[in-house]
């Protein structure tokens, strides 16, 4: 079995900052693709932010210059750090990666909360 725990969200104020993480544990040889999503109430999931194993990242244009993805593949664990956040920010943010045992499963997250409000 393979889990990912997210943490690091929370309740901030417009223009400020958070950091997510996503730590990934059970067993598999290797995780691959990995990235981060959010669905806000009333919406379908969107995609967020994706990595490769060798860091090559992809963003959404709503995050574009505001967010950076990031891993530590030694720890199995991926990162957003989520900076100049706005109130259209606010949803849940959920983990998602690729994991191999050496079959391939995919595997969420149970997400975490972001609000930006003042």
């Known amino acids: 079995q393979v889990q990912l725990v997210e943490s690091g969200g929370g309740v901030v104020q417009p223009g400020g900052s958070l950091r997510l993480s996503c730590a990934a544990s059970g067993i598999f040889f290797s995780i691959g693709f990995m990235g981060w999503y959010r669905q806000a109430p009333g919406e379908q999931r969107e995609l967020v932010a994706t990595i490769t194993r060798d860091s090559s990242t992809n963003y959404a244009d709503s995050v574009k210059g505001r967010f950076t993805i990031s891993r530590d593949n030694a720890q199995n664990t991926l990162y957003l750090q989520m900076n100049s956040l706005k109130p259209e920010d606010t949803a849940v943010y959920y983990c998602?990666?690729?994991?191999?045992?050496?079959?391939?499963?995919?595997?969420w997250g149970q997400g975490t909360q972001v609000t930006v409000s003042s």
């Open positions: 998602n990666a690729d994991a191999y045992r050496p079959s391939l499963l995919s595997v």
